[in-house]
């Protein structure tokens, strides 16, 4: 695990989703992984669910947090 993660701003797909799944990560935890990361585990989250992008909403960033508590990178 790196000790830091030097921010590089990204261009999102869904930019208003992105900024709301990220402030909710860091509201409510520790994110250890870069925000191109997170937008990425987030596709692979919609995948499970038979979607290639989930709209964010409150019960969907929810169980994508608890989501990403649970798996290994």
Avoid: C
Wanted: no cysteine; aromatic share 16%; glycine share 2%.
């Amino acid at each position: 695990m790196r000790a830091y993660i030097k921010y590089e701003p990204a261009e999102f797909a869904h930019p208003e989703d992105m900024k709301k799944i990220v402030s909710y990560l860091r509201e409510h935890g520790s994110l250890q992984v870069s925000e191109t990361t997170v937008e990425s585990l987030y596709r692979e989250f919609s995948a499970t669910y038979a979607a290639g992008w989930l709209n964010a909403t409150d019960e969907f960033v929810e169980a994508f947090a608890d989501w990403l508590n649970e798996i290994e990178l």
